[in-house]
């Protein structure tokens, strides 16, 4: 029934997710608090990362490490043009709702996005804009976060930046094109798990592996 | 504390497992039963062995695929003297206790070992001998399982031929040297998990991928 639709929709940019998750299946840890956002031991999913020159550079840095993983970043990060987060990556959990508009991401006055941004939530707010990023609240579910999204990137693609359970969603909804593995040899026995509560009849294809120092790259194409 | 064993240990025969695993962790799906052993649709999970030539060698059939997962394969299966596997391997978990004796496990009078198996569980029963298989019961836990096996073993290694419960017990009491995982892109949405209750100390290192047909091996050292 989708069939004229995705046809109609071949030419679009993607939408497309990386995640860092650990060997058992987790994209953050358990207890996330206000100073540990990524849970007990999260953080380190991102060692690989944050060492990186691609990422020091998107993060107006200098330097970093040069090795097979500068390649995968700078590739996830090229030709995004509006990302969608949910409600966890963009306040923690216990901030409650949006009544008195102070809370303004964990990123600082200037988020390092510079770019649209659609952040799931149940609560209404008027967007936000610093410098370049601007925050559009959509209350009305994931399509139309998704359509808002498709508007703004224009040619460009659609990045939904976690966590799990945004991914999880339009995984579930059949509406992911690409999924990027980044996992890193860590148990972190608890908290937000990929892939909970997605229907078991999604299926992927791998497009490609690539092994790095810390972490192994596994890209899937989610097949329609 | 460990450290003079350890170094004891270091020039003897190691413990592996390898295991097929979907992309949401699980190495069994859910509802298992008499007439599904692995859950529904778990049997997927083995959809890129069993077309395999080395698979069905080492099964007494002729043919099979031509593709790298062979090598892997081949790999495992050599140096292996004795097996260890858990209760749920041996027979289904509605079959009871051993009284009767009658259950001789899922693979007939030839089962595809012909090597000493040890089977985990808490009831006692008397060796049970298959042509060249013979199945010992073990009561006494991993560790007493572990040293019969390793003896029986000789120079060789020891293969902790699954379930995820029985993996996860040797990994998480700090016994396994090597794990291999075979990725499998699909979803099975419940089951048996790989890494469930197994400490997040833990560590591995990534010692080599491959990416073939429907699967990617990525196979870890478990770090001590």
Do not use: C
Request: glycine letters at 12%.
């Amino acid at each position: 029934m989708n069939m004229p639709i995705r046809m109609g929709l071949s030419g679009m940019s993607k939408v497309r997710a990386h995640i860092s998750t650990s060997l058992d299946g987790y994209v953050a840890g358990p207890s996330q608090t206000m100073e540990e956002p990524l849970g007990v031991n999260g953080e380190h999913l991102h060692d690989w990362l944050v060492v990186l020159r691609a990422w020091r550079e998107q993060a107006g840095m200098q330097g970093g490490e040069e090795n097979v993983s500068n390649a995968v970043v700078a590739d996830e990060y090229a030709n995004v043009g509006a990302e969608i987060m949910g409600r966890g990556k963009f306040g923690p959990p216990d901030r409650g709702p949006w009544g008195d508009d102070a809370w303004q991401g964990w990123w600082g006055d200037d988020p390092p996005f510079h770019k649209p941004v659609f952040v799931l939530t149940h609560h209404e707010r008027e967007p936000l804009r610093l410098t370049d990023t601007i925050f559009t609240f959509v209350t009305d579910g994931i399509e139309s976060a998704l359509e808002q999204a498709r508007a703004a990137a224009g040619d460009k693609d659609v990045f939904i930046g976690g966590g799990a359970d945004a991914i999880n969603q339009y995984l579930d909804a059949d509406l992911l094109d690409e999924l990027e593995l980044h996992v890193v040899p860590m148990l972190l026995g608890g908290g937000s798990r990929l892939f909970d509560r997605v229907r078991p009849e999604v299926s992927l294809e791998l497009l490609r592996v690539v092994e790095a120092p810390g972490v192994t790259h596994l890209k899937y194409r989610v097949l329609k």
